[in-house]
């Protein structure tokens, strides 16, 4: 079998996106792959047929990656195919149709809105979603100067956002009308997990805050009634509302929580009545909320404890009942005729379709097979050790063509959140690593997600807990593996594994290289300049005016004249959660104090994305860095 190496990005499919036709019989899902040379993504749209469980590609030309069903024999993507298309996209968005059974996509209407997105309302009804400037015109952005009065006043990737909202309408496609349905100032949000909107004979429920000074980190879910116009609120929270379903006269909610204390992180089931009112907590369970599938076949949804993901049937109140699917670890499930509807994955392997019916769960697609058989992979070996009382759960892969009795450096790497979690899944980059002879390991310390809330709670205890955790699971791997050469490790993370990379540096010298990504060094100056203020207030348990000393001493950025590892610094331009001057002030203290460090900026990339090329140009760096250290 072959090397691994970066050329085979390309070979890799990402199937995403399933959905089922209105009458059920097909479904559609897309499947993505890197364009090295045009350093982009190729995408196309994919058409299940669920009663043969065959299937076959719907689009060729590479450029179609998302589309909702507008009727039960045909799609609908957004698309500029033409000149004109090409020429009003900043002002509108074309819409083009594609039969299922054949034939040629035709232009099906253009909505005047820019990046607009859908929902189907009714036949040449629809909810369209896309972003206003609700601020005075004389202060929107220019080319040479903006104004803002507000926070956020800049996201990821979008710049300066100032009283700018994602905002929803309601288009009139042979009347050819438009109507704004929220107001001015209303941010709506699309759900992490669950459908975006859920449609009633009356109106529709979705997720938003209205603000105008200060979001706070605020969300809820609201009401909109197509007879009188109102948005009636159901209820808001200092939370991140990530799955909506309604049941039993009442609207429920799975909310991550913001608010400062010990509940930041908490994963809560809430409910209220679905006119409004009568929030109350049904559950606060030990594990993480998935998708939730709405729909009159069954409530389906997922739930992830210690990193597995299960398929669940939802019964009424909080009650549930686990459907076990054996060796196949679901992300998102929808009850057909056939049976149940999966996308999901298998033990280091990328996502693929899956059907599970009479206890039995069938694969039916394998866009990835060829990958698996070209390449040579290592598999994730799991690991758990205890720390503090807790048992920390961690996976270790050796390095190709590894050989019992030699020595082997190795590279820890720690995932983002904290409120994340690594798995035995299918991860690209440290397979890179470990076909460069690396051993590679990684951890779920305190702080991760799929746990119980004491284990998730790290509020004012940032580099407390998990450090201890990280470095017990680095001695765990270098117990068991004597061919881990504990002289040679390198320690890297990304936003908060950056942050713990530049903790873990100031406080042990164990690890000769570093690479810091996307990370954070000084929590007094991330108050200010991250999009997600009340986020890191939250988790440091203070903000620089309630306790500055606090605040400081949670931030690495106090410990850099400890410092002694190698450094490298991974920031990205346009980055809004770790603005680059983060790792800008850990680049100057350590280059102050003689210690090797660099930094590189991805230009133009954000917290959420890179393009292909920066992508495996951090890979080449980053191995480039350790290698000159390690080996």
Same mark, same amino acid.
């Given at each position: 079998?072959?090397?691994?190496?970066n050329?085979?990005?390309?070979?890799?499919k990402?199937?995403?996106?399933?959905?089922?036709?209105p009458d059920?019989?097909y479904?559609?899902?897309?499947?993505t792959h890197?364009?090295?040379a045009?350093?982009?993504?190729?995408?196309y749209?994919?058409?299940?047929?669920?009663a043969s469980?065959?299937?076959r590609?719907?689009?060729?030309d590479?450029r179609?990656?998302?589309?909702?069903?507008l009727?039960?024999?045909?799609v609908?993507f957004?698309?500029a195919?033409s000149?004109?298309?090409?020429?009003?996209?900043?002002?509108?968005?074309?819409?083009?149709?594609?039969?299922?059974?054949?034939?040629?996509?035709?232009k099906?209407?253009t909505?005047p809105?820019?990046?607009?997105q859908?929902?189907?309302i009714g036949r040449?009804?629809?909810?369209?979603?896309?972003t206003?400037?609700?601020?005075?015109?004389?202060e929107?952005?220019?080319?040479?100067?903006?104004?803002?009065?507000e926070?956020?006043?800049?996201n990821d990737?979008?710049?300066?956002?100032?009283?700018?909202r994602?905002?929803?309408y309601?288009?009139?496609?042979?009347?050819?009308?438009?109507?704004?349905?929220?107001?001015d100032l209303?941010?709506?949000?699309?759900?992490?997990?669950?459908?975006d909107v859920?449609?009633?004979?009356?109106?529709f429920?979705?997720?938003?805050?209205i603000y105008?000074?200060?979001?706070?980190g605020?969300?809820?879910?609201?009401?909109?009634?197509w007879?009188?116009?109102?948005?009636?609120?159901?209820?808001t929270?200092?939370c991140?509302?990530?799955?909506?379903?309604?049941?039993?006269?009442r609207i429920?909610?799975?909310?991550f929580v913001?608010?400062?204390g010990?509940?930041?992180?908490?994963?809560?089931?809430?409910s209220a009545d679905?006119n409004?009112?009568?929030?109350?907590t049904?559950?606060?369970?030990?594990?993480?909320?998935?998708?939730?599938?709405?729909?009159?076949?069954?409530d389906?949804f997922?739930?992830?404890?210690?990193?597995e993901?299960a398929?669940c049937?939802? +019964?009424g109140?909080?009650?549930?009942?686990?459907?076990a699917?054996?060796?196949?670890?679901?992300?998102?499930a929808?009850?057909?005729?056939?049976g149940?509807l999966?996308?999901?994955?298998e033990?280091?392997?990328?996502?693929?379709?899956?059907?599970?019916?009479n206890?039995?769960?069938?694969?039916?697609?394998?866009?990835?097979?060829?990958l698996?058989?070209k390449?040579?992979?290592?598999?994730?070996?799991? +690991?758990?050790?205890?720390?503090?009382?807790w048992?920390?759960?961690?996976?270790?892969?050796?390095p190709?063509g590894?050989?019992?009795?030699?020595?082997?450096?190795?590279i820890?790497?720690?995932h983002?959140g904290?409120?994340?979690?690594?798995?035995?899944?299918?991860?690209?980059?440290?397979q890179?690593?470990a076909?460069?002879?690396?051993?590679?390991?990684?951890c779920n310390p305190r702080?991760?997600?799929?746990?119980?809330w004491a284990?998730?709670?790290?509020?004012?205890?940032m580099?407390?807990?998990?450090?201890e955790?990280i470095?017990?699971?680095?001695?765990?791997?270098l117990?068991?593996y004597?061919?881990?050469?504990?002289?040679r490790?390198?320690?890297?993370g990304?936003?908060?594994?950056?942050?713990?990379?530049?903790?873990?540096i100031?406080?042990?010298?164990?690890f000769?290289?570093?690479a810091a990504?996307?990370s954070?060094?000084?929590w007094?100056t991330m108050?200010?300049?991250?999009?997600?203020?009340?986020?890191?207030?939250? +988790?440091?348990?203070a903000?620089?005016?309630?306790? +500055?000393e606090?605040v400081?001493?949670?931030?690495p950025l106090?410990?850099?004249?400890?410092?002694?590892?190698?450094?490298?610094?991974?920031?990205?331009g346009?980055?809004g959660?770790?603005?680059?001057e983060q790792?800008?002030?850990?680049?100057?203290?350590?280059?102050?104090?003689?210690?090797?460090?660099?930094?590189?900026v991805?230009?133009?990339?954000?917290?959420?994305g890179?393009?292909?090329?920066q992508?495996?140009?951090?890979?080449?760096?980053?191995?480039?860095?350790f290698?000159?250290?390690l080996?």
């Amino acid at each position: 079998m072959k090397k691994f190496v970066n050329s085979a990005y390309e070979e890799m499919k990402n199937v995403t996106g399933l959905r089922l036709s209105p009458d059920g019989r097909y479904a559609l899902y897309t499947v993505t792959h890197d364009d090295i040379a045009a350093d982009g993504m190729k995408a196309y749209l994919w058409l299940l047929d669920t009663a043969s469980g065959k299937s076959r590609r719907l689009t060729h030309d590479g450029r179609t990656g998302s589309a909702i069903w507008l009727d039960s024999g045909s799609v609908l993507f957004a698309a500029a195919r033409s000149e004109e298309d090409k020429n009003a996209a900043g002002s509108s968005t074309a819409f083009y149709r594609l039969p299922i059974d054949g034939g040629e996509a035709e232009k099906y209407m253009t909505v005047p809105l820019a990046g607009a997105q859908l929902s189907v309302i009714g036949r040449d009804d629809f909810l369209v979603r896309a972003t206003r400037d609700a601020g005075a015109a004389d202060e929107r952005p220019a080319a040479k100067w903006v104004f803002y009065d507000e926070y956020p006043f800049q996201n990821d990737a979008a710049g300066y956002v100032n009283k700018k909202r994602r905002t929803l309408y309601r288009w009139d496609a042979r009347r050819k009308k438009l109507t704004q349905l929220t107001p001015d100032l209303m941010q709506t949000y699309m759900p992490f997990c669950s459908s975006d909107v859920i449609m009633t004979d009356d109106g529709f429920y979705y997720v938003g805050h209205i603000y105008d000074r200060d979001s706070n980190g605020m969300a809820g879910v609201y009401k909109h009634i197509w007879a009188t116009g109102e948005n009636r609120e159901i209820f808001t929270c200092q939370c991140y509302v990530f799955s909506i379903a309604r049941r039993d006269g009442r609207i429920w909610a799975g909310v991550f929580v913001n608010e400062k204390g010990a509940d930041t992180g908490l994963v809560r089931i809430v409910s209220a009545d679905e006119n409004g009112g009568g929030l109350r907590t049904e559950a606060q369970p030990d594990w993480g909320l998935e998708y939730v599938t709405q729909g009159v076949a069954g409530d389906m949804f997922i739930r992830c404890r210690r990193s597995e993901t299960a398929m669940c049937r939802w +019964l009424g109140g909080h009650e549930y009942e686990e459907i076990a699917t054996p060796g196949v670890y679901p992300s998102f499930a929808a009850a057909t005729e056939q049976g149940v509807l999966l996308l999901g994955r298998e033990k280091n392997r990328m996502q693929e379709v899956y059907l599970y019916k009479n206890g039995r769960t069938k694969r039916l697609t394998r866009h990835n097979s060829p990958l698996y058989r070209k390449y040579a992979f290592s598999e994730p070996e799991s +690991l758990t050790v205890s720390s503090g009382g807790w048992e920390i759960d961690g996976w270790v892969l050796r390095p190709a063509g590894f050989e019992a009795g030699k020595k082997y450096p190795g590279i820890l790497s720690i995932h983002g959140g904290p409120h994340g979690h690594y798995s035995d899944a299918f991860y690209s980059e440290m397979q890179r690593w470990a076909s460069e002879g690396y051993f590679v390991f990684y951890c779920n310390p305190r702080g991760s997600t799929s746990y119980d809330w004491a284990f998730g709670n790290v509020s004012g205890a940032m580099g407390v807990g998990d450090y201890e955790d990280i470095m017990a699971f680095t001695d765990g791997v270098l117990a068991k593996y004597p061919e881990l050469d504990g002289d040679r490790l390198a320690v890297t993370g990304q936003s908060y594994g950056g942050y713990m990379t530049n903790w873990v540096i100031g406080h042990t010298d164990r690890f000769r290289a570093a690479a810091a990504r996307m990370s954070i060094s000084n929590w007094v100056t991330m108050h200010a300049t991250s999009n997600e203020r009340w986020y890191g207030d939250s +988790l440091v348990g203070a903000d620089p005016w309630s306790d +500055l000393e606090k605040v400081w001493q949670h931030s690495p950025l106090k410990y850099a004249d400890r410092v002694k590892t190698p450094t490298l610094l991974i920031q990205h331009g346009r980055d809004g959660s770790t603005p680059p001057e983060q790792a800008e002030q850990m680049f100057v203290a350590l280059l102050e104090r003689g210690v090797p460090v660099k930094m590189m900026v991805n230009l133009e990339a954000s917290h959420g994305g890179r393009t292909v090329s920066q992508k495996l140009h951090d890979i080449d760096v980053m191995l480039k860095w350790f290698g000159e250290y390690l080996k």
